[in-house]
């Protein structure tokens, strides 16, 4: 994994070990030995182990920890192949976060109704899987000043995304995930500064694409290492931020009618701000 993402653990090969264990058959394979070193000349981490079951296993279940040791919204893939003699090599696959830090491998072709529901599903846990995600929607919410200009804004969001994830891999830029991140942060942030210095202030749907195509970079980052379909992961996400958008849009309009007199648009449109701030100067110097 990237070095940076282990720079601020204080033992990171053993509390990489303790946070992946494997078992079938509802026992735990042994881990045998494991290594592992920096490669500074990659900018990544490698570790190498052996594990021992207890019987030559059909399928193996997985518990990885490693979003809460690492960086909380990224996205661990594990690609696993077991060896059928024979029959050749079997292959499976699994993507684990916060949300999703269980899954079992069965290295069998998987159904169309499987795929669909495993990468639309995989979308909805993208678009809502950290802070960073939510605080963009937030941010979109904040912005509006209406209905109208909020399904404006969303449109416009989500169209970013959707631009992004088809023509990034035409490009041949492959962008660093911290700097997706760092990006992404600082358009939270000047979105926040709209808010406060331009309530008035046309053209939001222009900055609502821009950040669109800031936020669609972590989608083209995820369909690069996990091979899905961008359609059913764009659309699963699609779905999530439209219901996220309209729970925050609830809450901050009774927020607003019940508390006008603290001025939370103001308020939350500072810890937007500041969010973003700190975000973004954390992911420079990370």
């Known amino acids: 994994m990237p070095l940076y993402e282990v720079g601020h653990i204080k033992d990171p090969e053993n509390s990489i070990f303790r946070s992946i264990h494997f078992s079938s058959g509802l026992r735990e394979a042994r881990l045998l030995g494991h290594s592992c070193r920096a490669d500074t000349a990659?900018?990544?981490?490698?570790?190498?182990?052996?594990?021992?079951?207890a019987t030559p296993p059909d399928h193996i279940d997985v518990a990885c920890?490693?979003?809460s040791i690492t960086v909380p919204n990224h996205v661990h893939l594990l690609r696993a192949v077991l060896s059928a003699g024979a029959q050749?090599?079997?292959q499976d696959q699994a993507v684990f976060d916060l949300s999703f830090p269980r899954a079992s491998l069965w290295f069998r072709p998987p159904t169309p109704l499987e795929i669909a529901a495993t990468q639309t599903g995989a979308g909805i846990v993208r678009a809502l899987g950290g802070p960073v995600q939510i605080l963009l929607l937030a941010a979109l919410v904040l912005a509006s000043r209406g209905v109208k200009e909020l399904v404006a804004l969303g449109g416009m969001f989500f169209a970013g995304q959707v631009v992004s994830v088809l023509a990034i891999p035409h490009t041949g830029w492959q962008p660093a995930a911290r700097f997706v991140e760092a990006a992404a942060?600082?358009?939270v942030a000047y979105l926040a500064v709209e808010v406060l210095l331009l309530p008035e202030a046309g053209w939001r749907?222009?900055?609502a694409a821009v950040l669109g195509l800031f936020h669609g970079l972590y989608f083209h980052l995820f369909l690069q290492e996990t091979?899905?379909?961008a359609g059913y992961v764009l659309a699963g996400a699609g779905l999530a931020e439209l219901i996220a958008i309209a729970v925050l849009w609830l809450v901050f309009s009774r927020l607003t009618r019940a508390a006008r007199a603290l001025r939370p648009v103001q308020v939350s449109a500072t810890a937007l701000l500041a969010f973003g701030m700190i975000w973004f100067?954390?992911?420079?110097r990370s």
């Open 65 to 67: 920890a490693f979003a």
């Open 42 to 53: 990659s900018n990544v981490y490698l570790c190498t182990a052996d594990y021992e079951f």
């Open 227 to 229: 091979r899905y379909r």
């Open 205 to 207: 749907w222009m900055i």
């Open 185 to 187: 942060a600082l358009a």
């Open 281 to 284: 100067v954390l992911r420079l």
């Open 88 to 90: 050749g090599n079997k």
